[in-house]
C-alpha cells in the first residue's frame, strides 16, 4: 500500500497484480508505504477504512481516492498457483509443487483450503465492511496502460514499470465443472472484472 497526501491518492497492492513492479517505480516518491511489515503490504480496503483511513484523515484534508488492480479470475488464481509452485517453496505447507491446478482450484473452492489454496478473494480485498466496493478507481490488469497513464496524470511524475516477483511459467487449464462451480462460488470477482471491459 502507498499513500500520497498531497496528490490524495492511496493505492492499494492486490496481490498477483503486478503491485511490487509498481512499489517499486512509485514507491520512493509517496509519503507512506506499508510493504515491509508482513501481511500489511497487501492491506484490504475495509482494515485500511477501520484503521489507517481514520489516521490519513488527520493528515489531508479531503478524503483520498483509492486505486488497485484486478485480474481476470481464472488468470489470478493461476499466478497463485504457479507462484506457489517455486523450488524454494517444496516441501513447505503452502507449495503447489505436484499438484495440478484442478487440484488447486478444487482445494481453494473447498470449505477448509489447506494452505497452499489459501489465497482470498479479489472482491473480498477490495469491499468494505458490508460488502460493496470501496475502491474509487480499478483497473484491469490487462490494462496496465492505462493505469500507468491514470498515475502518471494523477502524481504529475513519468515511470515506467519493470517487472518483479514474477510466477514460473506452467500451462494453466481448468475443467469447465470446476470453473462453473467457481464462476458461481466467486461471482463478484467475475462480475467485478468484466464490469471494466474496455
Not at 509498481?22 to 482494515?47: F, Q, W
Not at 484491469?140 to 493505469?147: E, F, P, S, V
Not at 461471482?187 to 468484466?194: K, V
Request: glycine share 4%; aromatic share 12%; with cysteine.
Amino acid at each position: 500500500m502507498m499513500v500520497f497526501l498531497k496528490e490524495k491518492l492511496v493505492f492499494f497492492a492486490t496481490p498477483k497484480t503486478a503491485s511490487t513492479s509498481i512499489e517499486m517505480a512509485l514507491g520512493p516518491n509517496c509519503d507512506i508505504r506499508i510493504s515491509k511489515v508482513p501481511n500489511a503490504k497487501h492491506t484490504p480496503y475495509r482494515k485500511y477504512q477501520r484503521l489507517l483511513e481514520p489516521f490519513i484523515m488527520t493528515l489531508t484534508k479531503d478524503e483520498p481516492d483509492t486505486v488497485a488492480v484486478i485480474r481476470e479470475p481464472v488468470e489470478w488464481l493461476g499466478s497463485w498457483y504457479r507462484y506457489r509452485s517455486r523450488e524454494e517453496l517444496n516441501g513447505a505447507s503452502n507449495s503447489t509443487a505436484g499438484v495440478s491446478f484442478n487440484d488447486f482450484v478444487a482445494a481453494y473452492l473447498s470449505d477448509t483450503p489447506p494452505e497452499f489454496a489459501r489465497v482470498g478473494s479479489q472482491a473480498k480485498f477490495m469491499s468494505d465492511k458490508d460488502g460493496a466496493l470501496g475502491l474509487s478507481h480499478l483497473f484491469r490488469y490487462d490494462d496496465m496502460d492505462g493505469l500507468v497513464r491514470f498515475l502518471q496524470n494523477r502524481l504529475n511524475r513519468q515511470f515506467t514499470l519493470g517487472r518483479a516477483n514474477q510466477s514460473p511459467k506452467a500451462e494453466i487449464s481448468l475443467s469447465p465443472a470446476l470453473l462453473s462451480e467457481y464462476q458461481t462460488a466467486y461471482a463478484q470477482d467475475f462480475e467485478l472484472y468484466t464490469r471494466l471491459a474496455p
